[in-house]
């Protein structure tokens, strides 16, 4: 924290990069007149219990439309008179960050007022007494106008940022009761014993935080092992880290994992490691400023963190034969994901978990099955997985499981999850994804077309009919999809029209080329135009022309959308179109760079033309089909309007200086992996041998085998390796050598 002499300040949110604070920043002065940031209490409220919540509503304004923006990374700053103590400020310390008040975002300012809510003593341990209170805001700004980057401002921000102050607000904290205290904890408890809306839940775990008491605290650690409640938004666990009462709530947490009802989650445990961090405090030892005591700094941590760790995971062991149902199965899971480098204590523990598979929440099951399958995956899983898919698939289970639970059966036992993929594929109740469907021979597949083009002919579509008809129909559908497209191009949503539209470029070529340039004039009733192109895929070489004349369309994000697709899927003619297009860019905006900011909020000419030169500069530098050389690069530079992407052009010079070059295979799931070599990402199968064939004879690559424990998917060295095999003949015919070897 920052020194204050005369208020306390609170920072809520991480300042711009380069923003100088004030020795005291609660008294800096507002920077213009035309913001308007206003405070009062949520219902006129000025006098508090100590421990109540203080609801706050901020209210921002402009006077000048379409001029001033607000920008969440900017800082804020809570005043308060006389200063009161910050209750998370050990642990954000620590942590060493600030404390985020929610995701990133911007918006525009205007008349119009924007408000936000916000509780007062989240911020503030509250003593009884009179206060006064407002907010200095940094995150206004506007775009830079002629003039005003002068100073060391950066150009490519494009962004002045101006100083708001609030106005005063007055308020009384009186002193309360014990009897008062306990009524708020027991009213707080049973909302987050019996509640189901979230908002009611958030409300009552803020009651326990600001009241700030010992059977407040025991409350929190209680209801941090109640199954399903609360654990994923860390509104429990601040208030534990805020407390006063530090060791009461490490010994409440501890007393609570005892106990056979407690469900001792992974944020559970988190919360007491982390508790056990902050009670050690910060270890301000050797220098942060320099990267080896910072490397220094965060091994000793991450050393003290395991040890941590490791003792509360040997407690919950310790408790689970007194567990139960939901309480048990949650803890098994815990301490499964948290033992995962015990493979002696992982494999005592998987059956047991197995055998609670059905007392875990839904989306713990989900996460098994899809992220942490290397837990549970084995033959002893198969019951489970048949009983998930035995249940009607429009019945109360979702998809999602599901399909999760047919790939997993489909590896244990390919033939017994092949028959399971097909029977959903005929289902039309069914929806499996394409990703299985392509797991089942090409005569398995055709036997789902027929029915999936009717239905779409019938208006009846579940998503993979189109995906069937993208890939696998003939063309015989062609007749049904015409009528289809006909009577409402531009009109269906677009990953059905893109599919549909793949189609007909795979069967009918110049039927399909008319539909698209259709499809792309049809601007009125979705916005499916702005992707289009992009969603053509590897079919776009039979539009490309369409994709060419869209790099000067009237619309400036048809055009990145243009040069973006044409980067990925173009072939070897369209890569003059794209330095034509530089060309136009750079001879219409020489000597005006001056006026080319990124404010990507604003719908500028300035904007647009530095995310135009972006994405043609991206396609032609990572174009698929065909390949750049240094030269190549040195000419680009010179037609660069912007530092930024030079910067990005010396990445890519870097790339040609290593030998032997890398080859990163990129695995979703164990089918359709895509490649990454040089500046190249995103390379299908096909388009890596491509660019293998348009590099000089005698390159040699490395290849990235990646274990299974190294990935969040795990996919089997079989199936890498097998797919490296299929490379490395490929580059063999083409005079290469490709080496595997095993990330480190």
């Keep these: 924290m920052l020194p204050i002499k005369t208020a306390a ?41 100590q421990g109540e919540a203080i609801p706050l509503v901020m209210t921002t304004t402009a006077t000048v439309t379409h001029r001033y923006w607000a920008d969440s990374r900017g800082a804020k700053q809570y005043c308060l008179e006389p200063a009161a103590p910050d209750p998370m400020e050990a642990h954000d310390k620590r942590r060493m960050m600030q404390s985020f ?35 200095v805001s940094m995150g206004i700004w506007h775009p830079a106008g002629a003039g005003e980057l002068e100073g060391g401002k950066r150009p490519e921000d494009g962004h002045i940022s101006e100083v708001v102050r609030s106005n005063d607000i007055e308020f009384d904290v009186w002193p309360v009761s014990a009897e008062w205290q306990h009524q ?15 908002d009611e839940l958030v409300r009552a775990a803020e009651v326990l935080r600001v009241l700030d008491t010992k059977e407040s605290t025991r409350a929190v650690a209680k209801m941090l092992g109640v199954p399903g409640r609360l654990d994923w938004n860390g509104e429990l666990s601040d208030g ?50 320099q990267p080896d005591a910072l490397k220094e700094f965060w091994r000793r941590q991450g050393e003290a963190r395991e040890r941590y760790m490791k003792a509360a995971v040997d407690e ?75 249940q009607p698939p429009n019945g109360t289970g979702s998809a999602l499981m599901r399909n999760l639970a047919l790939r997993r059966v489909y590896e244990l036992d390919p033939e017994e999850g092949g028959r399971l993929i ?173 006026e080319l900011h990124a404010v990507w909020e604003l719908d500028s000419p300035g904007s647009s033309a530095i995310a135009m030169e972006q994405a043609l500069a991206d396609a032609i530098v990572r174009g698929h089909g065909w390949l750049i050389r240094p030269e190549d690069l040195m000419r680009l530079e010179a037609l660069l309007l912007t530092d930024n992407e030079r910067r990005q052009i010396a990445y890519s010079k870097f790339d040609w200086k290593k030998s032997p070059l890398t080859i990163t295979p990129l695995w979703n799931g164990d089918l359709d992996p895509t490649f990454q070599l040089l500046q190249y990402e995103e390379l299908s199968e096909d388009q890596l041998v491509a660019k293998l064939s348009q590099l000089p004879r005698g390159t040699k690559f490395d290849w990235q085998m990646i274990q299974a424990d190294q990935m969040p998917d795990p996919v089997s060295i079989a199936t890498q390796e097998a797919e490296f095999e299929k490379i490395r003949v490929a580059a063999a015919e083409n005079g290469m050598e490709i080496l595997s070897f095993t990330r480190p």
């Design 9 to 49: 300040c609170v920072f809520l949110l991480l300042a711009r990069a380069g923003w100088a604070v004030e020795s005291d920043p609660c008294a800096a002065r507002p920077t213009t007149s035309d913001v308007q940031f206003s405070i009062a209490m949520k219902g006129g409220q000025t006098v508090f219990q």
């Design 101 to 135: 008040d929610g995701l990133f975002n911007e918006w525009e300012l205007g008349k119009k007022p924007y408000s936000a809510d916000a509780t007062l003593n989240l911020r503030f341990r509250l003593a009884p007494g009179h206060y006064v209170f407002y907010v």
């Design 184 to 198: 708020q904890v027991q009213a707080a408890v049973a909302v987050l014993t019996h509640s189901k809306s979230v």
């Design 240 to 289: 534990l880290y805020g407390s006063s009462h530090h060791r009461l709530a490490m010994d409440a947490m501890r007393a609570e994992m005892a106990a056979p009802e407690t469900a001792v989650s992974s944020n559970f445990l988190d919360t007491l490691v982390e508790l056990q961090e902050d009670s050690d405090g910060l270890d301000d030892s050797g220098d942060g400023s």
């Design 316 to 390: 919950a062991v310790s408790a689970l034969p007194r567990k139960q149902g939901a309480a048990r199965a949650v803890t098994l899971d815990a301490v499964l994901r948290e033992a995962g480098k015990d493979a002696a204590m992982v494999q005592s523990l998987r059956l047991a978990l197995i055998g609670a598979w059905n007392d875990l929440p839904t989306a713990t099951r989900e996460d098994l099955l899809e992220w942490q399958w290397q837990l549970i995956g084995g033959p002893e899983m198969l019951p489970v997985l048949r009983g998930i898919v035995a």
């Design 422 to 594: 097909l029977r959903d594929l005929l289902n039309a109740n069914a929806e499996p994804t394409m990703q299985l469907v392509k797991r089942l021979s090409q005569d398995e597949i055709s036997l789902g077309v027929p029915a999936a083009v009717g239905r779409i002919d019938s208006n009846k579509a579940r998503a993979l009919d189109f995906g069937l008809l993208d890939r696998y129909a003939g063309p015989e559908a062609l007749g049904s999809v015409q009528a289809v497209l006909d009577a409402s191009i531009g009109k269906q949503g677009c990953d059905p029209q893109a599919k549909m539209l793949r189609y007909t470029l795979r069967v009918a070529p110049e039927y399909g080329a008319v539909q698209v340039r259709a499809a792309m004039a049809a601007r009125k009733d979705t916005g499916c135009y702005h992707t289009l192109l992009r969603d053509l895929g590897d079919q776009l070489p039979a539009a490309q022309q369409i994709a060419i004349n869209a790099l000067d369309d009237e619309d400036a994000e048809v055009q990145r959308s243009a040069a973006e697709a044409l980067g990925h899927w173009g072939t070897a003619e369209a890569e003059q179109s794209l330095w034509d297009r530089l060309t136009r860019l750079h001879d219409e905006w020489a000597g005006r760079t001056q």
